[in-house]
């Protein structure tokens, strides 16, 4: 069965940095489309980021446009360890991060195409 487990997580100051960290396992998520939301509290989940691969050794991004420029989506070239590297980090970026995976194409921004999902991270930032 397949599994995602987000870490990484915590409290940091506003212009601060965090690196959020998914481990996929229980299936091949090498093919997968792996993405990152995120749920700020009282509000809709919202599309962080994804990757996908395009050759053996390259994924190639994409990333909602409130964290454009201050974020970076990766992988490991096993392909079953997303990463979110989290720069700049605003009093607005507090939420919960979840990971989530998915094996067709299309809009990577949609949360509802995606099957599989971790239970998630809390990432506070302060003033």
């Known amino acids: 069965q397949a599994k995602l487990v987000e870490s990484g997580g915590g409290l940091v100051q506003a212009g601060g940095s965090l690196r959020l960290s998914c481990a996929a396992s229980?299936?091949?998520?090498?093919?997968?489309?792996m993405a990152w939301f995120r749920r700020a509290p009282g509000k809709e989940r919202e599309f962080v980021a994804a990757t996908r691969r395009i050759d053996e050794s390259t994924f190639y991004p994409y990333y909602g446009q409130v964290v454009k420029g201050r974020f970076t989506v990766s992988r490991n070239h096993a392909g079953n360890i997303l990463y979110l590297q989290m720069n700049s980090l605003h009093i607005e970026d507090t939420a919960v991060y979840y990971c989530?995976?998915?094996?067709?194409?299309?809009?990577?921004?949609?949360?509802?195409?995606?099957?599989?999902w971790g239970q998630g991270t809390q990432v506070t930032v302060s003033s």
């Open positions: 229980g299936r091949t998520f090498s093919s997968a489309v």
């Open positions: 989530a995976g998915r094996y067709i194409s299309g809009d990577y921004g949609q949360a509802r195409d995606y099957p599989y």
